[in-house]
């Protein structure tokens, strides 16, 4: 089939994410027909380099051999079996070395992506709660924070673009102030500072830390929000907090996480273990669908 037949049935079919399909009409789509490494290439063998790992994801370079034989090999082995009372290697293995990149946790959950993941831990640690008479039922989250698109991660976000239109589905949470350290409004520079701005989040975490259950935070960087990097110090303050005042801190490493700040996960610059860890995209290295 000729590409501009191709495109003509994607314009007809396929909604595409994150973008203006009305605009799609001047700015077709492009295809792509192959990837190798960080390449992608367009059927008359345009090379287009893959600068954001088609949305972070492909740590390992596109059809990395070595992957693509571990796949095919399981692949003819079991491809899938119901996970509720039946259980298979593979997962026993990765869970197993999953739960050591944060000592003390000790229990994956699977799902299959990083919104989803998001879910999971909200439900985890409100059901937490229900069951063991804790009469808590707030989620908090940072100005600027970015968790998906499921209306549960929704509702712990704070960006309007992806938020308001659907604001009356969503359950109600509560913003606290988070770092801005681009417009520091303490005239501070993060890598020196003493992060005065989580006086302000503390002081509003004061209101409510009697019936706050968990609070979210995107370690060290707020991707969606404009690559917002933050001090390591304000994290750890705000674990700090949680303990004290028993929340659960839910950390979000779907986007920074598998080394893409220096440190194979963000919080780590903190020294820190959440409750909570998510995890996905380059879980699988950009080959399957896949959260934690």
């Known amino acids: 089939m000729k590409t501009e037949e191709l495109v003509q049935r994607d314009l007809l079919h396929i909604w595409h ?3 203006q399909m009305s605009e799609y ?41 070595k992957i693509s034989k571990a796949i095919k090999k399981q692949l003819n082995r079991l491809e ?19 739960i050591k990149l944060f000592p003390g946790l000790t229990r994956v959950f699977f799902s299959d992506n990083g919104s989803t993941s998001i879910e999971v831990a909200l ?17 908090a ?11 549960g991660a929704l509702s712990v976000g704070g960006l309007g673009v992806y938020k308001t239109i659907f604001q009356r589905l969503l359950f ?3 913003e606290i102030p988070g770092p801005d350290c681009f417009r520091c409004p303490y005239n501070q520079n993060r890598n020196n500072c003493s992060t005065q701005c989580f006086e302000k ?44 005042n028993q929340i659960f801190l839910i950390c979000d490493e779907i986007a920074a996480g598998f080394g893409r700040t220096g440190k194979l996960m963000a919080s780590y610059h903190a ?11 380059g879980l699988t290295g950009g080959f399957l669908p896949l959260g934690v």
């Open 25 to 65: 009409k001047e700015y077709p789509p492009i295809l792509i027909t192959r990837a190798k490494g960080v390449w992608l290439y367009t059927k008359d063998n345009r090379k287009i380099l893959d600068a954001i790992s088609s949305w972070w994801v492909n740590l390992f370079g596109h059809t990395n051999k």
């Open 123 to 139: 439900k985890m640690s409100w059901q937490f709660c229900q069951q063991t008479g804790k009469d808590r039922n707030i989620f």
């Open 271 to 281: 020294d820190i273990i959440p409750d909570f860890v998510c995890l996905s995209k």
């Open 17 to 19: 994410p994150c973008s």
């Open 201 to 244: 989040t503390a002081e509003t975490l004061e209101k409510i830390k009697d019936k706050t259950i968990a609070i979210i935070a995107e370690p060290i960087l707020q991707a969606a929000a404009g690559m917002r990097i933050y001090p390591p110090l304000f994290l750890k303050k705000l674990r700090e907090f949680t303990k004290e």
């Open 172 to 174: 109600q949470a509560v």
């Open 141 to 151: 989250y940072l100005g600027g924070a970015y968790h998906g698109e499921t209306l």
């Open 80 to 98: 899938h079996v119901i996970f509720a009372n039946y259980t298979h290697e593979p997962a026993i293995r990765l869970a197993s070395e999953l």
